[in-house]
């Protein structure tokens, strides 16, 4: 506990360091804000654009949260099946694969012409981004599963389904777990580019509109808002999995000897 | 089929493919697991040992030969298998672990844990129900595992090395705890072990084993009146006899 919150001291003590070299290059070379703002100036904007930037960031939240879960639960779907049937992985798996050669931001400007302006698009290509974590993950997990503990529950009478749901689904959510932080930070990603092809509102949005007009502290705010989307997301996660995982530490001072 | 046995096994053969040919792990093993008796198979390493008692669990199919049950239920259904590794369900607490086997068979949860909760006591497990397997002994998480096995409701129970991994102290407690449970119980026990002296301390019948592909060199049945003393001349003797043999058939077989 004491090593996590030291690493976050460190952590935010080196971002202070270079805002802070930021200030002084920006103030010492005289660089105009239209090119590059004084994190002073972007820090004053985030707060008093903050009504602007919230509104924004709502509908920013509500993309990223439908990827994600979209993305999810059809990735472990898909990797149940995957697991489930020899052939269908024969036939999926590699086409799986494959699709990330494709890069989904190509594809989002069809997504704009499919399905307009809306909300769709983005968490579309959220979902998708998500998607391939969760699933490659998922199948890893599945497959971690100790064949012993396995051949002991067959042993014990158990039926498959029982297998599946008692021991190979817990087993693989560690993995889950990891690919749900992976998919979490490229949700963000994805709605915003969603964003950028085609959008009425949303922080994507908001930094293409101001970057058009020069409001590059405003650019900077929006990034922000982002960045504190994104880690809000990734703690939440983090929190889920160390209460769902709880099994995997020993509580504190009850590790027994002997 | 002589009429104290609760299994016979004869003739079982088995190969397994390997890139170099298929390798005989089995030739023809032949004996028989007396009721509510201990049988102990022992033998070199790597001697088919695995393969045999998974055979025994219904796990494995021989290739050839029999295995011919008075047990009551198919054979699936009346054997509980321990193997060596650690195979509790970390997820779940001890008592959750102990409950696996109710909860597959669809037996009455109420019953099943006052059952549980007797053999915690029995085994020194009182009081942590509660905990993880991450957050117990290497002893206590074996103790658990032979509770879920004792608890599983079978008549045979196949332990593979259940003590091997653990320290010479926690190791000969626990000896003394499965003998004792064992013998309330009445269940048939086959044990693989590597180790002689905890062969002639709890076996009626020890069955020597060849190096692979496994046969049976030699079967040694076990007269000693229960309980039996570790120090006692008649169980320290046996114990020189029994290594003796275990590594003279390493060549002359």
Do not use: I, L, R, T
């Given at each position: 506990m004491t090593d996590r919150r030291t690493h976050w001291v460190w952590a935010g003590l080196t971002l202070l360091a270079l805002a802070g070299l930021w200030e002084a290059g920006v103030r010492l070379f005289h660089v105009p804000p239209y090119l590059l703002p004084p994190p002073s100036r972007v820090v004053f904007v985030f707060f008093s654009q903050l009504p602007l930037l919230a509104s924004h960031a709502g509908a920013t939240l509500a993309e990223i949260a439908l990827g994600l879960a979209l993305g999810t639960c059809g990735g472990v779907l898909l990797a149940a099946l995957i697991f489930a049937s020899p052939p269908l992985e024969r036939a999926i798996y590699p086409l799986i694969i494959a699709s990330?050669?494709?890069?989904?931001f190509a594809i989002a400007p069809l997504l704009v012409v499919w399905f307009g302006y809306g909300l769709w698009p983005k968490v579309t290509v959220a979902a998708l981004i998500v998607f391939f974590p969760i699933v490659v993950n998922t199948v890893d997990g599945l497959r971690s599963v100790n064949v012993e503990t396995v051949d002991v529950m067959r042993s014990l009478g158990a039926s498959r389904r029982w297998i599946f749901r008692s021991v190979r689904l817990p087993s693989s959510l560690p993995s889950l777990f990891s690919g749900l932080k992976v998919g979490a930070t490229l949700a963000v990603v994805g709605a915003t580019i969603g964003e950028w092809i085609g959008a009425r509102q949303g922080l994507g949005y908001l930094m293409i509109q101001s970057n058009a007009l020069l409001r590059i502290d405003r650019v900077f705010a929006a990034i922000a808002m982002l960045a504190v989307i994104g880690l809000s997301l990734f703690a939440g996660i983090a929190m889920l999995e160390r209460y769902v995982l709880r099994w995997r530490t020993p509580r504190q001072g009850i590790k027994e000897e002997g | 089929m002589p009429i104290d046995s609760a299994l016979c096994l004869r003739d079982l053969t088995k190969s397994f493919p390997t890139p170099s040919g298929r390798v005989d792990v089995l030739a023809g093993v032949s004996f028989d697991v007396p009721h509510h008796g201990w049988t102990t198979l022992i033998g070199p390493?790597?001697?088919g040992k695995t393969t045999l008692v998974r055979i025994l669990a219904g796990l494995l199919p021989a290739d050839t030969g029999k295995v011919v049950s008075r047990l009551p239920g198919d054979r699936g259904r009346s054997v509980a298998y321990m193997p060596q590794s650690d195979t509790l369900l970390p997820w779940r607490t001890a008592l959750g672990n102990a409950l696996v086997p109710a909860e597959i068979d669809g037996r009455s949860r109420r019953e099943a844990l006052r059952e549980a909760h007797a053999l915690f006591v029995r085994f020194g497990l009182a009081g942590f129900e509660g905990l993880y397997p991450v957050e117990l002994s290497g002893g206590m998480r074996q103790r658990l595992a032979l509770i879920r096995t004792f608890l599983a409701h079978r008549g045979l129970l196949v332990l593979d090395e259940p003590l091997g991994a653990l320290d010479a102290l926690t190791r000969s407690r626990l000896q003394d705890w499965l003998e004792t449970v064992w013998r309330d119980t009445g269940k048939t026990v086959v044990l693989v072990t590597h180790d002689v002296e905890e062969a002639l301390l709890l076996s009626d019948r020890v069955v020597l084993l060849s190096a692979r592909p496994a046969r049976v060199r030699r079967v040694i049945e076990v007269t000693m009146s229960r309980p039996r003393a570790r120090s006692a001349p008649q169980l320290v003797s046996g114990k020189e006899d029994l290594l003796r043999l275990v590594y003279a058939g390493d060549g002359d077989d």
């Open positions: 990330q050669m494709v890069p989904v | 390493s790597g001697c």
